[in-house]
């Protein structure tokens, strides 16, 4: 499934975000970065084998970069991608997205746009061609998955207008489930 919005392609596939061949992957980190479950806890374990270690190296990454210890929506760190470097990855970008508890309203959706755009930013300036996320906040964080869908198409076509080094942006789907009813809001062009 992809889109075109000028030079980008946007892309949803189905996968596991570790093992995802894109020269930046995105992590659906918190703010202190502590990295305890979910997809966070996956990329720390994938890319160092000690989850802890990574902890600290993305605490210490975060101090050297923004100079404090927790990250605002918009915020990024980025960290070496490590043992991901098998797999053409060349960084880590670590970006929070809003906590829903199921509700969704405007304030979550500017939330959730910023901790894409600033990925896609960061990325940008790092100079990769593509880079893969996962569904941020749509886990633990409980968004809804339809709307987290929308708004990453709504933040890739904004994008799209500034973009300079980016050409593949892909959404990594975990679940089967996801995946499914990511693809169903293309094909109807339900977005
Ligand atoms: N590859 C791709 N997607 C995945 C993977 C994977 N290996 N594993 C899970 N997902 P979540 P959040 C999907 O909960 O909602 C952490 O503890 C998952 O199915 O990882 O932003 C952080 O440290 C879901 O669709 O992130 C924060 O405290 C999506 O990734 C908190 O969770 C996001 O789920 C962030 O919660």
Redesign the pocket.
Known sequence: MELRFGNLTFKIAR????R?PAEAIV????KY???????????AK?ASGNVREYIRISKEAMREQLGKNSLEHGEVVVTPALRLEQYGVRYVIHT??P?CGGRWDEDKREKLRRAILGALRKADELKVRSIAF??????????P?KE?VRTFLEAVEDFSKEAKSIKEIYL????ES?YHEARAMFENGDH
């Open positions: 996968g596991d975000i570790t995802f992590n659906a980190a918190n970065l502590e990295h305890g479950g979910g997809v966070a806890y996956a990329i994938a929070v997205g906590y996962p569904a941020i906040s749509a886990g633990i964080y409980g968004c998955l987290v990594v789907l975990y679940s996801d």
